[in-house]
């Protein structure tokens, strides 16, 4: 059982996806992909113009775009860690010399997000672009729309593009695009792994000014989308009333799941998720790598974070369907790992 990816398990987003390819013709096999009808779908669903949006096979792919289209000719990546690893992969790949602004703050107990080291680096040049996860991985928590908005005017005034990675936002109702008619360099990207239950299929949307997107799509970063993909996403796009309904229900396992954790591990606290994960402190650094490896032995797999930097004996659980839920508090319960467990 895979608890350590944050895919979308729901029953009922199951369904919404068994309708779907149930309604795949051969058609959708043997032609060549036809993109238009899903961005338009998008930039309707959006409330942005079509020639603002770009697709691509995952956000990764987007990510590495922007890391070739972008940093590599401005020479310099601003993150917020944590950060999602492919932009530094990217990043070290080609060369961009990469600026990590610590993003966690752990003056309190229970470390929390803080953008105060990434303005700073946002505050001065040289141009490059710079990168946030927003809600974060793996804290989980939201920055407000009026930092970010902030956050894109200190950017802009120092000619950054400012990349805004919206992985989780469905789940937590960000305001991101938005910022498009008011900053000319700001790109959201919105992964359907997680929100959409497209982790398989690949796909995820880039959001920006149309300029900024018109240079984009010259990487062709579009091409590997396919044609049974976009034809069960333009599905989706219809149903989005259930999928809104979906993320509301992943919520509400997430408040359950952390109130039961509570019980079974008092010692832990959750770190305040507005996504579809669950990150814990847990007694103490090394309680989250022990608190994987005891799960691991029960075929569960969650992730422990302790290796990144704020978050020693941290550990992030995704949401599944109840009865998985059930199956990781049972395994807390039991307190395996290394007796440091509340019994
Ligand atoms: C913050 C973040 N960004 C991007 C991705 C990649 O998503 P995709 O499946 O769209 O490539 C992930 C996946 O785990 C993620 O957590």
């Known amino acids: 059982m895979n608890l350590k ?35 338009d779908l998008l930039a309707e669903e959006y409330a942005v113009p079509p020639e603002c949006v770009a697709l691509s096979a995952g956000s990764n792919t987007a990510l590495g775009t922007v890391v070739d ?25 080609r060369s961009v010399p990469v600026s990590r602004c610590r993003g966690v703050e752990t003056e309190g107990r229970v470390p929390r997000t803080t953008v105060e080291a990434f303005e700073a680096a946002l505050s001065s040049g040289p141009p490059g672009v710079a990168a946030i996860t927003n809600p974060g991985n793996p804290l989980g928590d939201l ?65 920006g000014s149309a300029s900024l997107i018109d240079y984009l799509q010259r990487f062709r970063m579009d091409s ?10 333009a599905h989706l796009a219809g149903r989005l009333t259930e999928l809104r309904q979906v993320w509301h229900e992943v919520a509400e396992m997430r408040d359950w ?3 039961q954790v509570r019980v079974v591990r008092p010692s832990w606290v959750a770190l305040p998720s507005t996504t579809n994960f669950a990150t814990f402190l847990t007694e ?35 949401m599944a369907g109840r009865d998985a839920m059930e199956r990781v508090l049972d395994g807390l319960a039991a307190g395996e790992d290394n007796g440091a467990g509340e019994p």
């Not at 044609?227 to 996403?233: D, M, V, Y």
């Open 5 to 39: 990816s944050c895919e979308l398990q729901s029953p009922r987003t199951d369904l919404l996806l068994a309708e779907a390819l149930r309604r795949l013709v051969p058609t959708d096999l043997w032609r060549y992909p036809y993109q238009q009808d899903l961005v």
């Open 143 to 207: 920055v407000p729309i009026d930092t970010v908005r902030r956050l894109a005017r200190v950017a802009e005034d120092n000619g950054h593009i400012l990349v805004i990675d919206d992985c989780y936002g469905a789940f937590a109702g960000t305001e991101h695009l938005s910022l498009l008619g008011e900053h000319g360099n700001v790109l959201v990207i919105r992964s359907l792994s997680k929100s959409w239950g497209l982790a398989g299929a690949r796909l995820a949307a880039t959001f």
């Open 69 to 93: 289209a972008l940093a590599v000719p401005a020479g310099r990546l601003i993150v917020q860690d944590p950060v999602f690893e492919s932009w530094l992969h990217f990043a070290s790949l």
């Open 224 to 233: 590997p989308v396919s044609a049974p993909t976009l034809a069960i996403a």
């Open 284 to 318: 103490g650094p090394g309680g989250g790598d022990r608190a994987a490896a005891a799960l691991a032995v029960r075929g569960i797999r969650v992730r422990s974070v302790e290796d990144m930097e704020g978050l020693s004996g941290c550990v992030r659980i995704s």
């Open 257 to 259: 799941f952390v109130d």
